[in-house]
């Protein structure tokens, strides 16, 4: 098992140059996101060192970075955020973009961390979500840390998710944290605990919302969406997840973006093995001049 040692390593603060601080002005401006109605719910955790923005996937909710806030809040003050219709968020209104969203988030972050750049983290929807995220803006993002993702254009899984909400209404989000997971992990306790968890909170979501968000992301990327990534990405790919195949195309799409395969995982890999994936992370921002306090030792 991986162990980390702390001793203090230089970060690269050109990287934050150009932000300036807990008093920079966001490079989007002010105003609240159109189609949301209200501010997104987040949970923090960590006091110090540069902001992590995670961003969970369907069905989940924040808590699924639970064994990432845990690890990375030792050198990073993280904060992770209910997309609108999960958890605590506010519901969405018909017209909702992925612009739309990708305002919110930001928005959600500039309240915690006032314009402050984030390394952003994401799966699944969350993952397709920091390359809006990015695009929004480009100065303010510092790296991208996708999972659960691929390129796949026609986004044909779409339209049969909104079927089953429509039919099953938000209880359906309990089998379906089991499908983010790979065949194997779907049986534990642990499994069972994170469908649990995300079910008890049903009382507040809205069904309506998370099909609304569906059909905003189900609608086409624009031209050179991936190709104005400008800064460090990576995929964390599980060899069981049904997005694998499709995560080597993505990573063509985006300039300088790196691979790694989490072997016997599913969707949700960041769950399933916590400590390869954050190890992934780590050594990524290692790399990059972007971890603040610590080395890797294997």
């Known amino acids: 098992m991986a162990s980390y040692d702390p001793i203090p390593v230089q970060i690269n ?7 300036g601080g807990p008093e920079a002005t966001p490079e989007a401006g002010n105003g609240m996101a159109d189609h949301i109605d209200g501010s997104l719910y987040y949970e923090t955790m960590g006091k110090s060192g540069p902001v992590v923005a995670f961003v969970h996937p369907n069905p989940m909710d924040h808590s699924c970075w639970i064994f990432q806030m845990a690890q ?60 809006w ?29 909104i079927e089953a909400y429509k039919e099953q209404g938000i209880g359906y989000r309990w089998g379906y944290t089991f499908e983010d997971f790979s065949p194997a992990f ?11 968890l995300f079910a008890e909170r049903n009382v507040f979501g809205d069904v309506d919302t998370i099909i609304t ?11 050179g969406h991936h190709a104005k990534v400008a800064c ?3 995929i964390i790919t599980g060899s069981e997840d049904n997005t694998h195949r499709t995560a080597f195309a993505l990573q063509k799409r985006i ?12 969707h ?12 992934y992370m780590i050594e990524f921002l290692t790399a990059h001049g972007l971890f603040p306090g610590a080395t890797v030792r294997g």
């Open 133 to 161: 995220m990015h695009n929004h803006r480009p100065k303010q993002t510092a790296a991208l840390i996708m999972c659960g993702t691929g390129y796949n254009p026609k986004k044909e899984f779409i339209p049969p998710r």
């Open 13 to 19: 603060l050109d990287r934050y140059a150009d932000v």
């Open 268 to 279: 949700a890999c960041q769950i399933e093995q916590p400590s390869l994936f954050n190890r």
């Open 232 to 234: 460090p990405a990576i």
């Open 186 to 196: 779907r049986s534990t306790p642990m499994a069972h605990f994170f469908a649990d």
């Open 255 to 266: 300039a300088g973006c790196e691979l790694k395969t989490i072997y016997g995982a599913g």
């Open 72 to 131: 990375m809040s030792t050198w990073y003050r993280c904060i992770a955020i209910d997309l609108p219709g999960y958890g605590k968020s506010p519901k969405a209104r018909t017209g909702l973009t992925m612009q739309d969203i990708a305002q919110a988030c930001w928005e959600t972050i500039d309240d915690a961390y006032p314009g402050e750049r984030a390394l952003l983290v994401g799966c699944s929807i969350g993952s397709s979500m920091l390359t």
């Open 213 to 223: 968000q569906f059909e905003a992301y189900r609608q086409p990327e624009p031209d």
